[in-house]
């Protein structure tokens, strides 16, 4: 949930500076509807000041322009943003300079940025200067690193653009199936049970007011199903299910919220939990990970994502940005997150068809569980199906997340 303030007067009395060091700085706190509304008026602000954004961010040494951009693509201003630079040339400078600190840098973020640009961009020239630039880079470049950036970013030019390819010569030439983005559209069962048939998962709750009714929530899905036995721990639930047919079971750890180890570190159920774990021969090792709790918590819970994971599930808004440190923890984790307000009312049904599924020793196909979470009845009085909850939208399937897509073609190629 987003905090309830009045927006407006956040940035209604400050000026186009002012307003730009919050969305760079801030960047981690926005959601969708917060971040359109202060990008309107940002831009009545640079109107105010007889300025378009290329000169104010040349006034501003293009401080944080990656951010600033990123933030464009992502909330669907992108082009918004190049049409208020009334001079062509200096758009092409302003795409010059961002391309130079990807090759400067090597950094796979804003190599992102640049590939969901090069997919939204409604100008033609634009779009016809990337991709020639995108070609020159790839075919000059003698770093490996380089070249495997902009490999990946032309694949997804003929992937998004193809039509709009002018380029035919290098098309027909380019090798696309080594730079094709994976298809991750599903997880074997196999690969979520260990060797004695144990699907561990952890989930993490915080102490405030969220956190507890999301802990009754969930617990109330379970308490119902007569598959499942609940067994308190003090610090921590188990809950444990077992399929009679195939003997595999599922053991689901969760802290109790005021056992955080964050607002009183003597009440530590993650200690605990770790401890009841390595009990076990062989130790239990988390399979799936779940954060449930506000944004401003997740790095608490991707602190402890393990290296084995296989999903990483986020039921917090906005968790959609966090993939980078998710990957880098868990680099084989496909990850259900959000691009806006997460909700119990979504998460603990979705989540509770997924361990169905694995209970009954299904693979995870994500367009399946999908179809499934969208028909599943709803428990908001508002909606009789998760689908007709306009929330729902915002999840995103992780077949269909592209920046988690770029990132694993990217290390592979790395790898060699």
């Known amino acids: 949930m987003e905090a309830s303030f009045n927006r407006n007067e956040i940035v209604q009395n400050l000026g186009a500076e002012k307003i730009y060091e919050i969305i760079i700085y801030g960047r981690e706190e926005f959601q969708a509807s917060l971040y359109n ?34 933030a464009a693509t992502t909330y669907n201003q992108v082009n918004q943003l190049f049409d208020n630079i009334k001079n062509p040339a200096q758009k092409i400078q302003l795409l010059n300079l961002f391309i130079s600190n990807i090759i400067k840098q090597k950094n796979i973020e804003n190599a992102i940025t640049l ?32 070249k495997n950036i902009f490999g990946l970013l032309f694949s997804n030019l003929i992937d998004q653009r193809s039509q ?58 379970y308490q119902i ?40 570190k003597n009440k530590n159920a993650i200690k605990d939990i770790k401890a009841d774990m390595e009990i076990f021969d062989p130790p239990l090792t988390p399979a799936i990970t779940v954060h449930r709790g506000h944004f401003f918590h997740a790095w ?31 680099p084989d984790a496909d990850i259900i997150s959000t691009t806006g ?3 119990r009312f979504i ?29 599943a009845e709803s428990s908001h009085k508002r909606y009789e199906q998760l689908k007709d909850d306009p929330r729902f939208q915002y999840y995103v399937r992780p077949d269909e997340n592209f920046r988690v897509r770029f990132v694993k073609k990217f290390k592979e190629l790395e790898q060699g």
């Open 225 to 264: 199903d007569s598959r499942w036995e609940i067994y308190d721990r003090n610090s921590f639930v188990i809950i444990h299910a077992k399929n009679p047919e195939t003997s595999k079971q599922i053991l689901i750890y969760a802290n109790k919220p005021e056992f955080d180890g964050i607002t009183d």
């Open 164 to 221: 709009n390819l002018t380029n035919k010569q290098f098309f027909n030439t380019f090798d696309k199936e080594k730079y094709e983005l994976p298809v991750i559209d599903r997880v074997p069962s196999s690969e979520i049970f260990d060797s004695e048939g144990r699907n561990t998962q952890q989930y993490f709750f915080y102490n405030d007011a969220d956190g507890r009714t999301s802990f009754e929530n969930f617990l109330k899905k």
């Open 115 to 146: 590939a969901e640009i090069t997919t939204n961009i409604k100008d033609n020239t634009l779009l016809n200067f990337l991709e020639n630039k995108i070609i020159e880079i790839f075919n000059e470049t003698q770093d490996l690193t380089v």
């Open 347 to 375: 998460n603990d049904p979705f989540f509770k068809i997924i361990n169905d599924e694995i209970l009954a020793g299904k693979d995870i196909v994500w367009k399946d569980v999908w179809e499934k979470a969208a028909a």
């Open 37 to 70: 509304e202060i990008i309107k008026v940002f831009f009545q602000r640079l109107s105010e000041e007889n300025m378009d954004f290329f000169q104010f961010a040349k006034s501003n040494n293009f401080e944080k322009i990656e951010i600033f951009l990123e």
């Open 300 to 330: 608490k819970t991707i602190q402890y994502l393990s290296l084995t994971a296989k999903i990483v599930l986020f039921g917090s808004c906005e968790s959609y940005f966090n993939f980078a440190n998710v990957l880098f923890k868990s």
């Open 341 to 343: 307000e997460g909700t």
